[in-house]
Protein backbone atom coordinates (compact mmCIF):
# COMPACT_ATOMS: atom_id res chain seq x y z
CA UNK A 1 0.00 0.00 0.00
CA UNK A 2 1.30 3.64 -0.99
CA UNK A 3 2.65 5.33 2.01
CA UNK A 4 2.50 9.24 1.80
CA UNK A 5 6.38 9.63 2.59
CA UNK A 6 7.22 6.93 0.11
CA UNK A 7 7.71 6.71 -3.92
CA UNK A 8 5.80 4.01 -5.23
CA UNK A 9 6.22 1.69 -8.93
CA UNK A 10 3.42 -0.49 -9.37
CA UNK A 11 5.53 -3.90 -11.34
CA UNK A 12 2.96 -6.10 -11.59
CA UNK A 13 -1.36 -6.50 -11.19
CA UNK A 14 -2.73 -9.52 -13.01
CA UNK A 15 -5.16 -12.64 -12.22
CA UNK A 16 -3.90 -15.61 -11.08
CA UNK A 17 -5.45 -19.06 -10.33
CA UNK A 18 -4.75 -19.54 -6.41
CA UNK A 19 -5.94 -22.87 -4.59
CA UNK A 20 -7.00 -21.45 -1.36
CA UNK A 21 -6.76 -23.54 1.40
CA UNK A 22 -8.33 -21.75 4.65
CA UNK A 23 -9.69 -23.06 8.23
CA UNK A 24 -12.85 -21.02 7.60
CA UNK A 25 -12.85 -21.30 4.13
CA UNK A 26 -13.67 -24.80 2.03
CA UNK A 27 -10.75 -25.89 -0.15
CA UNK A 28 -11.03 -24.05 -3.59
CA UNK A 29 -9.29 -22.43 -6.61
CA UNK A 30 -10.10 -18.79 -6.96
CA UNK A 31 -9.03 -16.22 -9.09
CA UNK A 32 -6.77 -14.18 -6.84
CA UNK A 33 -5.87 -10.56 -8.16
CA UNK A 34 -2.01 -10.30 -7.22
CA UNK A 35 -0.60 -6.79 -6.89
CA UNK A 36 3.48 -5.95 -6.63
CA UNK A 37 4.79 -2.90 -6.13
CA UNK A 38 7.98 -1.01 -4.82
CA UNK A 39 8.18 2.15 -2.33
CA UNK A 40 11.24 4.04 -1.75
CA UNK A 41 11.48 6.14 1.19
CA UNK A 42 13.26 9.33 0.71
CA UNK A 43 15.65 9.55 3.97
CA UNK A 44 16.74 5.78 3.79
CA UNK A 45 16.94 5.20 -0.08
CA UNK A 46 15.60 1.71 1.20
CA UNK A 47 12.86 -0.48 -1.17
CA UNK A 48 10.17 -2.57 0.04
CA UNK A 49 8.68 -4.84 -1.90
CA UNK A 50 4.78 -4.94 -1.33
CA UNK A 51 2.69 -7.96 -2.36
CA UNK A 52 -1.30 -8.18 -1.73
CA UNK A 53 -3.37 -10.73 -2.70
CA UNK A 54 -7.59 -9.86 -3.25
CA UNK A 55 -10.47 -11.57 -4.50
CA UNK A 56 -13.00 -9.05 -6.90
CA UNK A 57 -15.67 -11.47 -5.42
CA UNK A 58 -14.71 -11.04 -2.16
CA UNK A 59 -14.62 -7.14 -0.60
CA UNK A 60 -12.28 -8.60 2.62
CA UNK A 61 -10.15 -11.32 1.19
CA UNK A 62 -6.94 -9.62 1.98
CA UNK A 63 -3.58 -10.91 2.33
CA UNK A 64 -0.36 -9.03 2.61
CA UNK A 65 3.26 -9.03 2.44
CA UNK A 66 5.99 -6.43 3.26
CA UNK A 67 9.45 -7.67 2.12
CA UNK A 68 12.58 -5.19 2.72
CA UNK A 69 16.12 -5.33 1.50
CA UNK A 70 16.66 -6.78 5.20
CA UNK A 71 14.20 -8.87 5.34
CA UNK A 72 14.77 -10.58 2.29
CA UNK A 73 18.54 -11.58 3.25
CA UNK A 74 16.93 -14.08 5.90
CA UNK A 75 13.93 -14.94 3.18
CA UNK A 76 17.29 -15.77 0.80
CA UNK A 77 19.16 -17.69 3.68
CA UNK A 78 16.01 -19.81 4.98
CA UNK A 79 15.17 -20.47 1.47
CA UNK A 80 18.30 -21.18 -0.59
CA UNK A 81 17.30 -18.54 -3.20
CA UNK A 82 20.33 -17.60 -6.00
CA UNK A 83 18.97 -14.28 -6.55
CA UNK A 84 19.29 -11.05 -4.75
CA UNK A 85 16.63 -8.11 -4.00
CA UNK A 86 17.19 -6.37 -7.27
CA UNK A 87 16.36 -9.86 -9.80
CA UNK A 88 13.66 -11.31 -7.14
CA UNK A 89 10.68 -9.45 -8.10
CA UNK A 90 11.50 -10.19 -11.82
CA UNK A 91 11.44 -13.77 -10.87
CA UNK A 92 8.69 -13.85 -8.60
CA UNK A 93 6.85 -11.96 -11.77
CA UNK A 94 8.22 -14.83 -14.38
CA UNK A 95 6.47 -17.76 -11.84
CA UNK A 96 3.59 -16.49 -11.67
CA UNK A 97 3.21 -15.89 -15.44
CA UNK A 98 4.17 -19.62 -15.63
CA UNK A 99 1.29 -20.38 -13.16
CA UNK A 100 -1.31 -18.10 -15.15
CA UNK A 101 0.09 -19.92 -18.55
CA UNK A 102 -1.61 -23.58 -17.28
CA UNK A 103 -4.49 -22.22 -16.32
CA UNK A 104 -6.19 -24.42 -18.79
CA UNK A 105 -4.18 -27.50 -18.25
CA UNK A 106 -5.74 -30.65 -16.70
CA UNK A 107 -3.12 -31.50 -14.74
CA UNK A 108 -0.90 -28.03 -14.81
CA UNK A 109 3.21 -28.09 -13.80
CA UNK A 110 3.16 -24.70 -11.70
CA UNK A 111 0.49 -24.48 -8.67
CA UNK A 112 0.13 -21.41 -6.65
CA UNK A 113 -1.39 -22.14 -3.51
CA UNK A 114 -2.31 -20.21 -0.28
CA UNK A 115 -2.68 -22.51 3.04
CA UNK A 116 -2.98 -21.91 6.35
CA UNK A 117 -0.44 -23.33 8.75
CA UNK A 118 0.16 -22.39 12.38
CA UNK A 119 -1.78 -19.34 12.30
CA UNK A 120 -0.08 -18.28 9.21
CA UNK A 121 -0.93 -17.85 5.80
CA UNK A 122 1.59 -19.25 3.17
CA UNK A 123 1.78 -19.21 -0.31
CA UNK A 124 3.61 -21.43 -1.94
CA UNK A 125 4.43 -21.89 -5.50
CA UNK A 126 5.10 -25.56 -6.94
CA UNK A 127 6.16 -27.54 -9.79
CA UNK A 128 5.25 -30.63 -10.34
CA UNK A 129 7.16 -33.67 -12.16
CA UNK A 130 6.33 -37.12 -12.14
CA UNK A 131 8.99 -37.78 -9.38
CA UNK A 132 7.67 -35.45 -6.85
CA UNK A 133 6.31 -31.79 -5.86
CA UNK A 134 8.80 -29.40 -5.74
CA UNK A 135 8.64 -26.00 -3.81
CA UNK A 136 10.09 -23.07 -5.69
CA UNK A 137 8.94 -20.47 -3.35
CA UNK A 138 7.03 -19.88 0.16
CA UNK A 139 5.81 -16.24 1.44
CA UNK A 140 4.34 -15.62 4.73
CA UNK A 141 1.67 -13.63 4.60
CA UNK A 142 -0.38 -11.81 7.29
CA UNK A 143 -4.53 -11.72 6.92
CA UNK A 144 -5.48 -8.05 6.48
CA UNK A 145 -7.33 -6.96 9.87
CA UNK A 146 -9.96 -4.53 9.84
CA UNK A 147 -8.20 -1.64 9.22
CA UNK A 148 -6.04 -2.29 6.69
CA UNK A 149 -8.97 -3.69 4.76
CA UNK A 150 -10.92 -0.70 5.36
CA UNK A 151 -7.58 1.18 3.51
CA UNK A 152 -7.75 -1.53 0.86
CA UNK A 153 -11.59 -0.51 0.13
CA UNK A 154 -11.16 2.93 0.22
CA UNK A 155 -8.15 2.57 -2.08
CA UNK A 156 -10.51 0.64 -4.44
CA UNK A 157 -13.53 3.23 -3.64
CA UNK A 158 -10.89 5.87 -4.96
CA UNK A 159 -9.72 4.21 -7.71
CA UNK A 160 -14.05 3.15 -8.75
CA UNK A 161 -14.90 6.60 -8.19
CA UNK A 162 -11.49 8.20 -10.60
CA UNK A 163 -12.66 5.31 -12.82
CA UNK A 164 -16.51 6.78 -12.88
CA UNK A 165 -15.23 10.28 -13.23
CA UNK A 166 -13.48 9.66 -16.30
CA UNK A 167 -16.01 7.45 -17.70
CA UNK A 168 -18.56 10.28 -17.38
CA UNK A 169 -16.04 12.94 -18.78
CA UNK A 170 -16.07 10.51 -22.03
CA UNK A 171 -19.44 10.08 -22.23
CA UNK A 172 -20.50 13.68 -22.48
CA UNK A 173 -17.99 14.06 -24.66
CA UNK A 174 -19.02 11.60 -26.73
CA UNK A 175 -22.90 12.83 -26.22
CA UNK A 176 -21.40 16.33 -27.66
CA UNK A 177 -19.70 14.95 -30.44
CA UNK A 178 -23.15 12.49 -31.21
CA UNK A 179 -24.90 15.71 -31.67
CA UNK A 180 -22.57 17.59 -33.51
CA UNK A 181 -22.56 14.57 -36.06
CA UNK A 182 -26.29 14.60 -36.70
CA UNK A 183 -26.29 18.62 -37.50
CA UNK A 184 -23.54 18.18 -39.71
CA UNK A 185 -25.73 14.85 -41.01
CA UNK A 186 -29.13 17.37 -41.26
CA UNK A 187 -26.43 20.14 -43.27
CA UNK A 188 -25.34 17.16 -45.82
CA UNK A 189 -28.77 16.08 -46.57
CA UNK A 190 -30.13 19.47 -47.28
CA UNK A 191 -27.14 20.36 -49.82
CA UNK A 192 -27.78 17.10 -50.77
CA UNK A 193 -31.76 17.52 -52.10
CA UNK A 194 -30.17 20.83 -53.54
CA UNK A 195 -27.47 18.95 -55.51
CA UNK A 196 -29.92 16.91 -57.14
CA UNK A 197 -32.85 19.58 -58.31
CA UNK A 198 -29.66 21.32 -59.67
CA UNK A 199 -27.86 18.11 -61.46
CA UNK A 200 -31.29 17.04 -63.02
CA UNK A 201 -31.95 21.08 -64.43
CA UNK A 202 -28.44 20.85 -65.84
CA UNK A 203 -28.91 17.22 -67.24
CA UNK A 204 -31.88 18.23 -69.50
CA UNK A 205 -30.43 21.44 -70.36
CA UNK A 206 -27.43 18.96 -71.39
CA UNK A 207 -29.93 16.98 -73.54
CA UNK A 208 -31.81 20.05 -75.53
CA UNK A 209 -27.98 21.40 -76.65
CA UNK A 210 -26.97 17.72 -77.17
CA UNK A 211 -29.61 17.27 -79.71
CA UNK A 212 -29.42 20.23 -81.91
CA UNK A 213 -25.61 19.73 -82.44
CA UNK A 214 -26.10 15.98 -83.09
CA UNK A 215 -28.81 17.10 -85.76
CA UNK A 216 -25.90 19.58 -87.06
CA UNK A 217 -23.28 16.75 -87.16
CA UNK A 218 -25.33 14.47 -88.87
CA UNK A 219 -25.45 16.77 -91.77
CA UNK A 220 -21.98 17.63 -91.71
CA UNK A 221 -21.37 13.53 -91.66
CA UNK A 222 -23.70 13.07 -95.15
CA UNK A 223 -21.67 15.82 -97.19
CA UNK A 224 -18.44 14.73 -95.93
CA UNK A 225 -19.47 10.91 -96.85
CA UNK A 226 -19.90 11.96 -100.50
CA UNK A 227 -17.28 13.29 -101.17
CA UNK A 228 -15.35 10.79 -99.48
CA UNK A 229 -16.90 7.97 -101.31
CA UNK A 230 -15.49 10.24 -104.38
CA UNK A 231 -12.50 10.45 -103.47
CA UNK A 232 -12.41 6.39 -102.68
CA UNK A 233 -13.15 5.97 -106.51
CA UNK A 234 -10.60 7.81 -107.59
CA UNK A 235 -8.06 6.82 -105.27
CA UNK A 236 -8.95 3.04 -106.23
CA UNK A 237 -8.55 3.75 -109.97
CA UNK A 238 -4.84 5.13 -109.14
CA UNK A 239 -4.35 1.64 -106.88
CA UNK A 240 -5.66 -1.11 -109.81
CA UNK A 241 -2.73 0.96 -112.09
CA UNK A 242 -0.37 0.72 -109.03
CA UNK A 243 -1.66 -3.13 -108.86
CA UNK A 244 -0.79 -4.27 -112.55
CA UNK A 245 2.91 -2.96 -112.41
CA UNK A 246 3.42 -4.48 -108.93
CA UNK A 247 2.10 -7.70 -110.20
CA UNK A 248 3.86 -7.79 -113.31
CA UNK A 249 7.28 -7.03 -111.09
CA UNK A 250 6.34 -10.15 -108.84
CA UNK A 251 6.07 -12.59 -111.81
CA UNK A 252 9.47 -11.23 -112.99
CA UNK A 253 10.54 -11.47 -109.36
CA UNK A 254 8.91 -15.32 -109.15
CA UNK A 255 10.91 -16.74 -111.84
CA UNK A 256 13.79 -15.11 -110.63
CA UNK A 257 13.20 -16.77 -107.36
CA UNK A 258 12.11 -20.40 -108.94
CA UNK A 259 15.85 -20.45 -110.34
CA UNK A 260 17.15 -19.29 -107.49
CA UNK A 261 15.72 -22.11 -105.55
CA UNK A 262 16.39 -25.02 -108.49
CA UNK A 263 20.42 -23.41 -107.73
CA UNK A 264 19.90 -23.68 -103.54
CA UNK A 265 18.32 -27.34 -103.81
CA UNK A 266 21.84 -28.14 -105.70
CA UNK A 267 23.92 -26.53 -102.82
CA UNK A 268 21.50 -28.51 -100.79
CA UNK A 269 22.43 -31.81 -102.37
CA UNK A 270 26.11 -31.03 -101.82
CA UNK A 271 25.96 -30.57 -98.26
CA UNK A 272 23.87 -33.39 -97.42
CA UNK A 273 26.77 -35.76 -98.95
CA UNK A 274 29.06 -33.67 -96.80
CA UNK A 275 26.83 -34.67 -93.72
CA UNK A 276 27.14 -38.01 -94.97
CA UNK A 277 31.16 -37.81 -94.79
CA UNK A 278 30.73 -36.33 -91.73
CA UNK A 279 28.91 -37.93 -89.87
CA UNK A 280 31.32 -41.22 -90.63
CA UNK A 281 34.10 -39.41 -89.64
CA UNK A 282 32.33 -39.02 -86.53
CA UNK A 283 31.29 -42.64 -86.33
CA UNK A 284 35.19 -43.53 -86.55
CA UNK A 285 36.13 -40.59 -83.63
CA UNK A 286 33.06 -42.42 -81.19
CA UNK A 287 34.89 -45.90 -81.93
CA UNK A 288 38.21 -44.19 -80.82
CA UNK A 289 36.76 -42.97 -77.81
CA UNK A 290 35.00 -46.28 -76.83
CA UNK A 291 38.06 -47.64 -77.20
CA UNK A 292 39.66 -45.31 -74.87
CA UNK A 293 37.29 -45.82 -72.59
CA UNK A 294 37.82 -49.87 -72.35
CA UNK A 295 41.76 -48.59 -72.16
CA UNK A 296 41.17 -46.62 -69.42
CA UNK A 297 38.91 -49.65 -67.65
CA UNK A 298 41.75 -51.56 -68.12
CA UNK A 299 43.75 -49.38 -66.57
CA UNK A 300 41.50 -49.56 -63.47
CA UNK A 301 41.72 -53.12 -63.02
CA UNK A 302 45.65 -52.68 -63.05
CA UNK A 303 44.92 -49.94 -60.51
CA UNK A 304 43.26 -51.96 -58.43
CA UNK A 305 45.24 -55.14 -58.79
CA UNK A 306 48.06 -52.76 -57.27
CA UNK A 307 45.98 -51.63 -54.32
CA UNK A 308 45.60 -54.93 -53.25
CA UNK A 309 49.38 -55.82 -53.69
CA UNK A 310 50.21 -52.93 -51.45
CA UNK A 311 47.29 -54.05 -49.00
CA UNK A 312 49.35 -57.53 -48.90
CA UNK A 313 52.53 -55.80 -48.89
CA UNK A 314 51.49 -53.48 -45.59
CA UNK A 315 49.91 -57.21 -43.93
CA UNK A 316 53.73 -58.70 -44.46
CA UNK A 317 55.15 -55.44 -42.81
CA UNK A 318 53.16 -56.07 -40.00
CA UNK A 319 54.16 -59.47 -39.26
CA UNK A 320 57.55 -58.65 -39.94
CA UNK A 321 57.14 -55.85 -36.79
CA UNK A 322 55.62 -58.52 -34.85
CA UNK A 323 58.51 -61.00 -35.58
CA UNK A 324 60.72 -57.83 -34.78
CA UNK A 325 58.96 -57.32 -31.50
CA UNK A 326 59.33 -60.91 -30.32
CA UNK A 327 63.33 -60.61 -31.24
CA UNK A 328 63.69 -57.30 -29.22
CA UNK A 329 61.53 -58.93 -26.26
CA UNK A 330 64.35 -61.95 -26.38
CA UNK A 331 67.56 -59.46 -27.02
CA UNK A 332 66.90 -56.59 -24.30
CA UNK A 333 70.26 -56.48 -23.08
CA UNK A 334 71.13 -54.80 -26.44
CA UNK A 335 69.59 -51.54 -25.77
CA UNK A 336 72.16 -49.93 -28.19
CA UNK A 337 70.84 -52.23 -30.98
CA UNK A 338 67.45 -51.69 -30.36
CA UNK A 339 67.86 -48.37 -30.66
CA UNK A 340 69.56 -48.27 -33.99
CA UNK A 341 67.16 -50.96 -35.33
CA UNK A 342 64.27 -48.38 -34.56
CA UNK A 343 65.98 -45.66 -36.12
CA UNK A 344 66.35 -47.72 -39.05
CA UNK A 345 62.21 -49.25 -39.30
CA UNK A 346 61.51 -45.49 -38.97
CA UNK A 347 63.41 -44.59 -42.27
CA UNK A 348 62.02 -47.76 -43.46
CA UNK A 349 58.18 -46.31 -42.88
CA UNK A 350 59.13 -42.91 -44.44
CA UNK A 351 60.51 -44.17 -47.28
CA UNK A 352 57.35 -46.16 -47.49
CA UNK A 353 55.10 -43.03 -47.15
CA UNK A 354 56.59 -41.28 -49.88
CA UNK A 355 56.22 -44.35 -52.27
CA UNK A 356 52.52 -44.07 -50.83
CA UNK A 357 52.75 -40.55 -51.50
CA UNK A 358 54.22 -41.61 -55.38
CA UNK A 359 51.15 -44.14 -55.48
CA UNK A 360 48.20 -41.24 -54.74
CA UNK A 361 49.67 -38.78 -56.89
CA UNK A 362 49.82 -41.56 -59.75
CA UNK A 363 46.09 -42.27 -58.77
CA UNK A 364 45.07 -38.66 -58.80
CA UNK A 365 46.88 -38.16 -62.28
CA UNK A 366 44.59 -41.21 -63.50
CA UNK A 367 41.70 -39.51 -62.27
CA UNK A 368 41.98 -36.03 -63.56
CA UNK A 369 42.97 -38.13 -67.01
CA UNK A 370 39.66 -39.86 -66.83
CA UNK A 371 38.11 -36.47 -66.17
CA UNK A 372 39.70 -35.03 -69.08
CA UNK A 373 38.12 -38.21 -71.05
CA UNK A 374 34.62 -37.46 -70.10
CA UNK A 375 35.51 -34.10 -71.11
CA UNK A 376 35.85 -35.24 -74.23
CA UNK A 377 32.91 -37.40 -74.40
CA UNK A 378 30.73 -34.12 -73.61
CA UNK A 379 32.40 -32.49 -76.43
CA UNK A 380 31.89 -35.25 -79.11
CA UNK A 381 28.03 -35.38 -77.76
CA UNK A 382 27.48 -31.88 -78.04
CA UNK A 383 29.35 -32.36 -81.91
CA UNK A 384 26.57 -34.56 -82.44
CA UNK A 385 23.84 -32.72 -81.31
CA UNK A 386 24.77 -30.02 -83.51
CA UNK A 387 25.01 -32.46 -86.34
CA UNK A 388 21.70 -32.90 -85.58
CA UNK A 389 20.16 -29.86 -84.79
CA UNK A 390 22.03 -28.98 -88.50
CA UNK A 391 19.90 -31.76 -89.81
CA UNK A 392 16.99 -30.46 -88.92
CA UNK A 393 17.29 -27.47 -90.00
CA UNK A 394 18.36 -28.40 -93.57
CA UNK A 395 15.27 -30.19 -93.79
CA UNK A 396 12.92 -27.42 -92.75
CA UNK A 397 15.04 -25.58 -95.35
CA UNK A 398 14.03 -28.04 -97.69
CA UNK A 399 10.21 -27.40 -96.91
CA UNK A 400 10.93 -23.72 -96.98
CA UNK A 401 12.04 -23.69 -100.81
CA UNK A 402 8.67 -24.21 -101.92
CA UNK A 403 6.91 -21.57 -99.51
CA UNK A 404 6.35 -17.86 -100.71
CA UNK A 405 8.38 -15.58 -102.25
CA UNK A 406 8.92 -13.14 -98.07
CA UNK A 407 9.82 -16.85 -96.65
CA UNK A 408 12.35 -17.28 -99.58
CA UNK A 409 14.43 -14.38 -98.74
CA UNK A 410 14.66 -15.55 -94.84
CA UNK A 411 15.93 -19.03 -95.65
CA UNK A 412 18.68 -17.25 -97.62
CA UNK A 413 19.68 -15.77 -94.38
CA UNK A 414 18.90 -18.76 -92.49
CA UNK A 415 21.09 -21.12 -94.90
CA UNK A 416 24.25 -18.46 -94.46
CA UNK A 417 24.28 -18.72 -90.81
CA UNK A 418 23.92 -22.89 -90.86
CA UNK A 419 26.91 -22.37 -93.66
CA UNK A 420 28.93 -20.50 -90.50
CA UNK A 421 28.04 -23.07 -87.84
CA UNK A 422 28.65 -26.17 -90.21
CA UNK A 423 32.29 -24.66 -90.07
CA UNK A 424 32.40 -24.07 -86.35
CA UNK A 425 31.28 -27.61 -86.24
CA UNK A 426 34.05 -28.69 -88.81
CA UNK A 427 36.65 -26.78 -86.55
CA UNK A 428 35.12 -28.30 -82.68
CA UNK A 429 35.27 -31.73 -85.10
CA UNK A 430 39.21 -31.31 -85.61
CA UNK A 431 39.90 -29.65 -82.26
CA UNK A 432 37.97 -33.04 -80.47
CA UNK A 433 39.87 -35.54 -82.50
CA UNK A 434 43.19 -33.40 -81.57
CA UNK A 435 42.10 -33.73 -77.79
CA UNK A 436 41.60 -37.54 -78.21
CA UNK A 437 44.74 -37.64 -79.64
CA UNK A 438 46.22 -35.95 -76.56
CA UNK A 439 44.42 -38.14 -73.98
CA UNK A 440 45.59 -41.21 -75.68
CA UNK A 441 49.34 -40.09 -75.39
CA UNK A 442 48.90 -39.31 -71.83
CA UNK A 443 47.03 -42.77 -71.48
CA UNK A 444 50.27 -44.28 -72.96
CA UNK A 445 52.52 -42.29 -70.35
CA UNK A 446 50.48 -43.58 -67.43
CA UNK A 447 50.74 -46.85 -68.23
CA UNK A 448 54.35 -46.25 -68.00
CA UNK A 449 54.51 -44.69 -65.01
CA UNK A 450 52.42 -47.66 -63.47
CA UNK A 451 54.42 -50.11 -65.16
CA UNK A 452 57.45 -48.75 -63.03
CA UNK A 453 55.57 -48.82 -60.17
CA UNK A 454 54.90 -51.81 -60.53
CA UNK A 455 58.50 -53.00 -60.58
CA UNK A 456 59.17 -51.11 -57.85
CA UNK A 457 56.40 -53.01 -55.88
CA UNK A 458 58.36 -56.23 -56.98
CA UNK A 459 61.53 -55.49 -55.85
CA UNK A 460 60.37 -53.95 -52.76
CA UNK A 461 58.52 -57.32 -52.45
CA UNK A 462 61.74 -59.29 -52.48
CA UNK A 463 63.63 -57.21 -50.07
CA UNK A 464 60.66 -57.83 -48.06
CA UNK A 465 61.60 -61.47 -48.31
CA UNK A 466 65.13 -61.09 -48.19
CA UNK A 467 64.33 -59.48 -44.72
CA UNK A 468 62.13 -62.24 -43.65
CA UNK A 469 64.81 -65.22 -43.67
CA UNK A 470 67.74 -63.13 -42.33
CA UNK A 471 65.54 -62.28 -39.31
CA UNK A 472 64.75 -66.28 -39.12
CA UNK A 473 68.60 -66.38 -39.15
CA UNK A 474 69.23 -64.00 -36.70
CA UNK A 475 66.30 -65.81 -34.58
CA UNK A 476 68.24 -69.39 -35.03
CA UNK A 477 71.35 -67.79 -33.44
CA UNK A 478 70.33 -65.55 -30.56
CA UNK A 479 68.25 -69.33 -29.87
CA UNK A 480 71.16 -71.25 -30.13
CA UNK A 481 73.42 -68.75 -28.11
CA UNK A 482 70.50 -68.67 -25.34
CA UNK A 483 70.82 -72.74 -25.55
CA UNK A 484 74.74 -72.42 -25.35
CA UNK A 485 74.59 -70.43 -22.68
CA UNK A 486 71.82 -72.34 -20.26
CA UNK A 487 73.86 -75.88 -21.14
CA UNK A 488 77.32 -74.27 -19.34
CA UNK A 489 80.31 -76.09 -19.46
CA UNK A 490 79.23 -79.05 -19.32
CA UNK A 491 78.07 -79.52 -23.18
CA UNK A 492 80.89 -77.35 -24.66
CA UNK A 493 83.97 -76.23 -24.85
CA UNK A 494 83.38 -73.04 -26.15
CA UNK A 495 81.38 -69.95 -25.10
CA UNK A 496 79.50 -68.36 -27.87
CA UNK A 497 79.64 -63.89 -27.09
CA UNK A 498 78.57 -61.87 -30.88
CA UNK A 499 80.27 -59.20 -31.20
CA UNK A 500 79.22 -57.26 -33.96
CA UNK A 501 80.97 -54.21 -35.63
CA UNK A 502 78.44 -52.11 -38.44
CA UNK A 503 80.20 -51.54 -41.72
CA UNK A 504 80.41 -47.98 -41.27
CA UNK A 505 83.26 -48.52 -38.53
CA UNK A 506 81.12 -47.97 -35.33
CA UNK A 507 81.45 -50.70 -32.41
CA UNK A 508 78.65 -49.67 -30.78
CA UNK A 509 75.88 -51.96 -31.97
CA UNK A 510 76.04 -55.95 -31.51
CA UNK A 511 74.01 -57.21 -33.64
CA UNK A 512 75.17 -55.39 -37.05
CA UNK A 513 72.79 -52.78 -39.13
CA UNK A 514 69.30 -53.98 -40.42
CA UNK A 515 68.23 -53.41 -43.94
CA UNK A 516 65.64 -50.92 -44.86
CA UNK A 517 62.37 -52.64 -45.34
CA UNK A 518 61.56 -51.23 -49.21
CA UNK A 519 64.81 -51.86 -50.60
CA UNK A 520 66.24 -47.75 -49.74
CA UNK A 521 70.21 -46.71 -48.84
CA UNK A 522 73.01 -48.54 -48.57
CA UNK A 523 72.44 -50.27 -45.56
CA UNK A 524 73.60 -53.98 -44.86
CA UNK A 525 73.19 -56.68 -42.70
CA UNK A 526 76.23 -58.72 -41.17
CA UNK A 527 75.92 -62.22 -40.11
CA UNK A 528 78.31 -64.45 -38.13
CA UNK A 529 79.53 -66.90 -40.56
CA UNK A 530 80.88 -69.49 -37.89
CA UNK A 531 81.37 -69.86 -34.18
CA UNK A 532 84.62 -70.97 -35.47
CA UNK A 533 87.42 -68.63 -34.90
CA UNK A 534 88.83 -67.22 -38.25
CA UNK A 535 86.23 -68.15 -40.61
CA UNK A 536 85.13 -65.59 -42.94
CA UNK A 537 81.60 -63.47 -42.00
CA UNK A 538 79.54 -62.87 -44.71
CA UNK A 539 78.31 -58.87 -45.53
CA UNK A 540 74.59 -59.08 -47.06
CA UNK A 541 73.88 -55.84 -49.19
CA UNK A 542 70.40 -55.30 -50.64
CA UNK A 543 72.18 -54.46 -54.00
CA UNK A 544 72.68 -58.25 -54.70
CA UNK A 545 76.39 -58.11 -53.87
CA UNK A 546 78.02 -59.90 -51.03
CA UNK A 547 81.57 -59.05 -49.79
CA UNK A 548 83.88 -61.86 -47.06
CA UNK A 549 85.90 -60.39 -44.36
CA UNK A 550 87.96 -62.18 -42.41
CA UNK A 551 88.63 -61.83 -38.77
CA UNK A 552 91.60 -59.39 -37.90
CA UNK A 553 92.52 -55.80 -36.66
CA UNK A 554 91.29 -54.27 -39.78
CA UNK A 555 87.69 -56.35 -40.25
CA UNK A 556 84.62 -54.34 -39.91
CA UNK A 557 82.17 -57.32 -40.43
CA UNK A 558 80.64 -59.57 -37.74
CA UNK A 559 83.33 -61.81 -36.08
CA UNK A 560 82.41 -64.04 -33.57
CA UNK A 561 84.27 -64.27 -30.17
CA UNK A 562 85.40 -67.46 -28.92
CA UNK A 563 86.62 -68.42 -26.00
CA UNK A 564 88.26 -71.50 -24.52
CA UNK A 565 86.87 -72.91 -21.47
CA UNK A 566 89.41 -73.26 -18.37
CA UNK A 567 88.06 -76.73 -17.36
CA UNK A 568 86.72 -78.31 -20.07
CA UNK A 569 89.44 -79.36 -23.53
CA UNK A 570 87.76 -78.20 -27.05
CA UNK A 571 85.14 -80.90 -28.48
CA UNK A 572 85.87 -81.92 -32.08
CA UNK A 573 82.40 -82.60 -32.59
CA UNK A 574 80.41 -80.03 -31.63
CA UNK A 575 82.98 -77.56 -33.78
CA UNK A 576 82.19 -79.94 -36.62
CA UNK A 577 78.33 -79.79 -36.21
CA UNK A 578 78.90 -75.98 -35.64
CA UNK A 579 80.90 -75.39 -38.75
CA UNK A 580 78.22 -77.71 -40.93
CA UNK A 581 75.59 -75.61 -39.40
CA UNK A 582 76.70 -72.74 -40.53
CA UNK A 583 77.92 -73.93 -44.03
CA UNK A 584 74.38 -74.92 -44.42
CA UNK A 585 73.59 -71.13 -43.56
CA UNK A 586 75.65 -69.80 -46.17
CA UNK A 587 74.77 -72.05 -48.71
CA UNK A 588 70.73 -70.85 -47.94
Not at 573 to 580: L, Y
Amino acid sequence: MAVPSETTQALYESVVPVRVRLPEREEKQTDTTVRIHVSLRDPTRLRTLHLQLTDERDPFFLFLLDVGEEDFQGLKAEQCLLVDFAAFPAKLIELLGRCVEEREESSPKFVASLSWRNGDSFLQITETNPFRQLCHLSLCFRAGNDAAVKRYLADRVKVLKASNGSLREDLHATREALFESRGTLERLRDDSSRFREESAQMLGDLRAEHASQLAIQKETAARELVESRQQAEQERRELEGKHHQIVRKLERRTTELNEEGKRLHSENVHLASSEQDLTEKLRIAGSKVDEDVVELSRLRQVNKSLDGTKFEQEKEIHQLRIRLAALEQQVLDRDQSLERMSQLVHAGEEQRAGVEESLRLYKASNEKLEDRVRMSVAEINRGNDIIQRLQMEIRNSRSKIKAKTAVLSRQEQVLERRREEFEELQQQLAAARQEAFERKTDVEKLQGRLSETTAKLEEAQQLLQSNEKMINFLNSQLTEAQLRAAVGTSSSAYTFRPTVAPLGGSSSSPVGTRIHPLGGGTSSYARPSSLVPGRPAVVYNPSGASHVDFDGPSSTAVAPHVERSPDQAPDRRDRDHDRDHDRDHDRD
